[in-house]
């Protein structure tokens, strides 16, 4: 039986440039799948874009008009993995033009929402626009990578890419997996296979290989949304698992192939003995003290 690759759901955070009505009817039917954030100017959606990454933008074909024109074209072009959707909740003289000026912009994506039907619709393509498609395709693919591993020993490999940025230390790992940080590093260390800090460190490279396919991220973005603590520290991690640069990371790797790196460096090689892991198990030391012997010989664990 293949590992169940899933994700918790959290509402899909928009940016959106629209008019004061379609704000609010845009925010009365979210019903808890996405959370919209309402800005005045394109530049105020790239830059949040680029602060806080946005997993959509939503701009109204009535406010693009031939000023924002320009401002939507690059950011439709600078950003290809963050899908931009047009809503159009009318029709007047203008809007032929404004379809017009949209469709020379490269956005692609219109929800037409003047029936009761669009605004369902928008719902469901918001929700198909998270940006953690390089999770799901990584867990996708590890799935069958590693069919049979035991329960606990998936449930580590799914939690490096299902954990939010800030987990970023085999401690807050381990806090997460409910085991101790020696307990799981030694569990690697004794079946032989690389250490827990190297697999959690290349997921990190995978996500962020993903947001550098965005040309409009710069590094010190990246870091920031992968919460390194600077652009010189992220810039160090790379150094030291890749041997490069991170403009020359940016250059060779994009999510895909960062994974397929992670894959044939970590996952591939260690098949044998990741079915046979059991990192998160109970250690023996652990159930004999749980049953009050207190003073379990260490040589257990």
Known sequence: MHPQATAPRRPVPIITMLTPTE????????????????????????????????????????????????????LVREFPRVTTFALLTQVDRATPHAMLALGSTGLKELVDVREAD??????????SARGEDIQREALGQLATDLAGV?????????????????????????????????????????????????????????????????????????ANHLDYSSP????????????????????????????????ITLVLPHLRLLRELRPLSPSWGARLARAGLRDAPAILE
């Open 232 to 263: 010189q520290s992220f810039g160090r991690h790379v150094r030291m698992l890749m041997r490069m640069t991170a403009v020359q990371f940016r250059d060779r790797y994009d999510g895909e192939g960062m994974l397929q790196h992670f894959r």
């Open 118 to 127: 669009g605004w369902r619709e928008l719902r469901s393509r918001l929700l």
């Open 150 to 222: 035991p329960p606990d020993c998936w449930r580590f490999f799914e939690s490096l890419f299902v954990a939010p940025p800030g987990v970023c230390t085999v401690r807050m790992l381990a806090r997460r997996l409910e085991v101790l940080p020696s307990t799981l590093m030694s569990r690697f260390f004794r079946a032989r296979l690389p250490a827990p800090k190297q697999y959690l460190a290349m997921a990190r490279l995978v996500r962020a290989a993903r947001l550098f396919e965005n040309s409009g991220y710069s590094v010190a973005n990246v």
């Open 23 to 74: 704000r609010i009817r845009v925010d009365a039917a979210g019903e808890g799948s996405y959370q919209a954030v309402h800005r005045d100017t394109v530049a105020e959606l790239v830059q949040d874009l680029k602060l806080k990454r946005a997993n959509a933008v939503l701009v109204s074909v009535a406010r693009c008009d031939q000023q924002s024109q320009a401002g939507v074209a690059a």
